[in-house]
T-cell receptor
Framework: EAQVTQNPRYLITVTGKKLTVTCSQN?????MSWYRQDPGLGLRQIYY???????DKGDVPEGYKVSRKEKRNFPLILESPSPNQTSLYFC?????????????FGPGTRLTVT | GIQVEQSPPDLILQEGANSTLRCNFS?????LQWFHQNPWGQLINLFY???GTKQNGRLSATTVATERYSLLYISSSQTTDSGVYFC????????????FGGGTRLMVKP
């Protein structure tokens, strides 16, 4: 089954404790992206990657890091989480210009930073 | 960047009623998708429809790219249709980034 998976689905952590949210897709997509969703602000892009070893900032990259060492994986790293990073996070993947523009979203990770 | 506006922002229906949700966008697009966000927060792909018309069961969508709008039709609504419906577009020079509209919050009452 074609899908995007994220782990963990729920996470409660404390300020300053480094964490990683994993994202994996099995559709051989070049493009992957992270979004955060906040009440009243909608979905905003954090980082995206057009291919392996290629990453770029989205609208709200501050406080986040990403890496794309393999095509299927695109982890989101919070080096020193703060309460304003409490949010619902979505990973997405898409085929891009070569394989069609439709994007698929993971189930979401609900993060609370206390 | 590209602007996406959805209307209405809120909609309450009685079960069995039909509805039309609208998405206006400000520029040409490579991609337009409709999503349903269910009460558990999951974003479910409904349609990939940068132009034309598609149907899937009780749902159908039409995008008129030259006039920069898309419509999502829900017929014979059910309580399970409740949630938030998002339109998202990718502009021609957006590098695969989707810009989401503000959503239409739908509540279907039994």
């Amino acid at each position: 089954e074609a899908q995007v998976t994220q782990n963990p689905r729920y996470l409660i952590t404390v300020t300053g404790k480094k964490l990683t949210v994993t994202c994996s897709q099995n559709m051989n997509h070049e493009y992957m992206s992270w979004y955060r969703q906040d009440p009243g602000l909608g979905l905003r892009q954090i980082y995206y990657s057009m291919n392996v070893e290629v990453t770029d900032k989205g609208d709200v990259p501050e406080g986040y890091k990403v890496s794309r060492k393999e095509k299927r994986n695109f982890p989101l790293i919070l080096e020193s989480p703060s309460p304003n990073q409490t949010s619902l996070y979505f990973c997405a993947s898409g085929g891009g210009i070569a394989h069609g523009y439709e994007q698929y979203f993971g189930p979401g990770t609900r993060l609370t930073v206390t | 960047g590209i602007q996406v506006e959805q209307s209405p922002p809120d909609l309450i229906l009685q079960e069995g009623a039909n509805s039309t949700l609208r998405c206006n966008f400000s520029d040409s697009v490579n991609n337009l998708q409709w999503f349903h966000q269910n009460p558990w927060g999951q974003l479910i792909n409904l349609f990939y429809i940068p132009s034309g018309t598609k149907q899937n069961g009780r749902l159908s969508a039409t995008t008129v790219a030259t006039e920069r709008y898309s419509l999502l039709y829900i017929s014979s609504s059910q309580t399970t249709d409740s949630g938030v419906y998002f339109c998202a577009v990718e502009g021609y020079n957006a590098g695969n980034m989707l810009t989401f509209g503000g959503g239409t919050r739908l509540m279907v009452k039994p």
